[in-house]
């Protein structure tokens, strides 16, 4: 009797820790579709109202923010625990121009739960790519 309750206790605690990992390989995954769109967001609405859109990674945030230039906050992001930005990015703030193009290029680089995520944005007008 003791030997079955240790049976099944021990597959119980196993299948309880690989549903944690897939339900967090599944946040992040959730977070960068969702980051992908409100990079489009911001594009579109850049290109729209004919004004400078930007989102932007802040250091002390877990999260980050679209907003209007600097000054006007549209809406703001938080992060998942297992997901940071880190330090080898070369930017943290995706910002558009008032015709709907990319201000600078570069490549953010994500640590997360299952390895290193990239989000390169390219010259021009701003196409984006997501690594899995």
Known sequence: MLLVLAVVGISVSLAISSIVKIEAKREEDRFFTLLEQDIH?????????????????????????????????????????????????????????????????????????SGERTVTIHLGKGRVVVSK
Not at 51 to 78: C, H, Q
Not at 85 to 107: C, E, M
């Open 41 to 113: 967001y911001a594009q579109s609405q850049s290109y729209a109202l004919k004004t400078s859109v930007m989102l932007v990674f802040w250091d002390n945030k877990p999260g980050y923010e679209v907003m209007y230039s600097l000054s006007r906050p549209i809406y703001a992001r938080p992060m998942p625990k297992s997901i940071g930005l880190t330090k080898a990015s070369n930017i943290s703030v995706v910002h558009f121009t008032p015709s709907g193009s990319i201000f600078q290029p570069g490549t953010m680089r994500f640590s997360t739960s």
